[in-house]
C-alpha cells in the first residue's frame, strides 16, 4: 500500500471519529436542553420551596460559591471520596485476585462478600459514628466499606477468567508465584477493575453525603442537610447540580481518558 493511501486511510479514520464525537456531543447537548426545559416547565406551576427555578437555583449557586466555604466544603468532600475509593482498590484488587486465583479461598469466603454487598450506606454510617464520631474517618470509613466488595467482586471475576494454561506454562518456567500474579493475572484483570471501579467511585460520591448528613460538621452533605433543615430549596438543587457536574467532569475527564488510553489496543484488534 502506498504512502498516500495510508495517509487518505488515517485522514479518513479520524475523520470519522471526529464525526462521531460531534454526534455524541450534540446528543448530550440535546438531553441538558430538553431536561432543562422540562424544569423550568415544571417550576412554572409548583411553589418555589417545592421546585425552584432554573433563575432562583442560579441565584443560589451564585450566593454560595460567594459564602468562602464552598470550595472548602468540596475540597474536603473530595478528599474523602477519594481516600476511601483509594483504599477500598488497594484492599480490593489484590484480595480479589487472592480469591480468584484459588478457588477453594473464594469459595470459602464468598459468602462473606455477599454480606458486604447487602449492608446498606446507612448502617455503615451509623457503626461509622460509633466508632470514629464526627471526623473524616467516618465518611472514609463508609465510602470504603461501600467501594471495596465492588472492586473486589469484579477483580475476582476477571481472575477466574484467567487461562489456566497459561498460568500452567509460566509454572513450568519456574516463575514465581509473584511473578505469576502481575505478569498473568493482573493484565488480565485490569479491564474488570475499571469497570468496577468507575461503578465503585459512583457509588462513592452518593453514600459520602450519606455519612455527612449523619456524622460530619462540614462537606457537601452536611451543607445539603442545613439547606433541608432550613427549607431552603433552592440551596440544595445549587449543590445537587454542582455534583453532578462534578461526578460528570471526573467520570468523562478522568477516569474514561484513562481507560481509552490503557486499553486503547482492543480498538485496533
Known amino acids: 500500500m502506498s504512502s498516500v493511501s495510508v495517509a487518505r486511510s488515517t485522514f479518513a479514520t479520524r475523520s470519522t471519529r471526529m464525526t462521531g464525537l460531534v454526534r455524541v456531543a450534540l446528543q448530550r447537548l440535546s438531553l441538558v436542553a430538553v431536561f432543562l426545559v422540562l424544569w423550568w416547565l415544571a417550576a412554572q406551576r409548583v411553589p418555589a420551596f417545592i421546585l425552584p427555578g432554573i433563575g432562583k437555583t442560579w441565584d443560589a449557586l451564585r450566593e454560595l460559591v460567594a459564602t468562602g466555604t464552598f470550595t472548602e466544603d468540596l475540597g474536603i468532600t473530595l478528599y474523602r471520596v477519594v481516600s476511601g475509593f483509594v483504599l477500598a482498590a488497594l484492599v480490593g484488587t489484590p484480595l480479589g485476585i487472592l480469591l480468584g486465583a484459588n478457588r477453594r479461598i473464594g469459595h ?111 462537606g457537601v452533605g452536611y451543607r445539603l442537610r442545613q439547606a433541608a433543615d432550613l427549607v431552603q430549596t433552592d440551596q440544595v438543587f445549587a449543590w445537587t447540580l454542582t455534583l453532578i457536574f462534578l461526578m460528570v467532569l471526573l467520570e468523562y475527564g478522568i477516569l474514561k481518558p484513562i481507560e481509552n488510553h490503557l486499553f486503547r489496543w482492543k480498538r485496533r484488534v
Open 108 to 218: 470459602y469466603f464468598e459468602p462473606v462478600l455477599s454480606v458486604l454487598n447487602t449492608v446498606s450506606a446507612a448502617i455503615w454510617a451509623i457503626f461509622a459514628l460509633i466508632w470514629f464520631g464526627i471526623s473524616n474517618g467516618t465518611t472514609i470509613f463508609v465510602v470504603f466499606m461501600e467501594a471495596m466488595p465492588l472492586i473486589l467482586t469484579n477483580v475476582w471475576q476477571g481472575s477466574q477468567s484467567v487461562n489456566a494454561e497459561y498460568v500452567e506454562l509460566a509454572r513450568s518456567f519456574q516463575m514465581s508465584r509473584a511473578k505469576v500474579m502481575t505478569k498473568i493475572y493482573l493484565p488480565t484483570v485490569l479491564p474488570y477493575f475499571f469497570s468496577g471501579a468507575r461503578l465503585a467511585f459512583g457509588f462513592g460520591w452518593r453514600v459520602s453525603l450519606v455519612a455527612e448528613t449523619i456524622g460530619s460538621s462540614n
